[in-house]
């Protein structure tokens, strides 16, 4: 059986909501719960908007309510993984460079991308409603899709635990997840809070 392994994985471009709080709590008890581990990735691929201030609020959020972590990693000092992973794919002929940006080919042979999702159970999408996408910004900084695909292979995440609002955002990764010739983790999409 593998080693239980999540990520808290917050963009530090505000202050953590309760939102984001549940989402560390869940993650964090899954970990434990399965004496596994338990990962804080700092999502700043957004130069724009991240804030030093906001790393140091997420980082606080945690230790008050003694949300140990294992890990901790910084995406924005991470670049070369990233880059090293785009020549994989321009390797295999399924990126293209579009005004300085790259973006990932979608293939619309296939008619549904499909995936059992742990709280949603079986959950497809058409492939046609997804259009080719960015993968690396005309900046150099990769988008959420690469790289929280790349890291959360790299970093052996065994369950993706976030909130509804991904869950469209899947079907990208499962592609990018399919072209790296991957295994995708566990897909947990928690419902909104009301």
């Not at 581990?37 to 609020?57: A, N, P, Y």
């Not at 042979?109 to 259009?131: A, R, Y």
């Not at 988008?143 to 292979?153: E, K, L």
Request: hydrophobic fraction near 35%; avoid cysteine.
């Amino acid at each position: 059986m593998q080693n239980v392994r999540t990520r808290y994985a917050p963009s530090p471009t505000g202050i953590p909501h309760i939102g984001n709080i549940r989402t560390a709590l869940f993650n964090y008890l899954l970990a434990k719960n399965q004496e596994g581990e338990f990962i804080l990735r700092i999502e700043d691929t957004d130069q724009k908007r991240s804030t030093k201030e906001h790393i140091l609020t997420i980082r606080e959020s945690l230790d008050a309510l003694s949300l140990k972590r294992d890990e901790e990693f910084i995406q924005s000092e991470r670049l070369d993984k990233y880059r090293k992973h785009l020549e994989i794919l321009k390797g295999k002929k399924i990126v293209y460079q579009d005004q300085k940006a790259w973006r990932f080919k979608v293939d619309n042979d296939t008619s549904q991308i499909q995936w059992n999702d742990l709280v949603h159970n079986q959950v497809s999408f058409p492939t046609n409603v997804i259009e080719d996408f960015v993968i690396i910004k005309s900046d150099g900084f990769p988008t959420y899709h690469m790289a929280s695909v790349v890291d959360d292979h790299l970093m052996n995440i065994t369950h993706v635990m976030r909130g509804d609002e991904w869950i469209s955002s899947t079907p990208k990764h499962l592609l990018l997840y399919k072209a790296f010739g991957w295994t995708p983790p566990l897909f947990v999409h928690l419902p909104p809070i009301l």
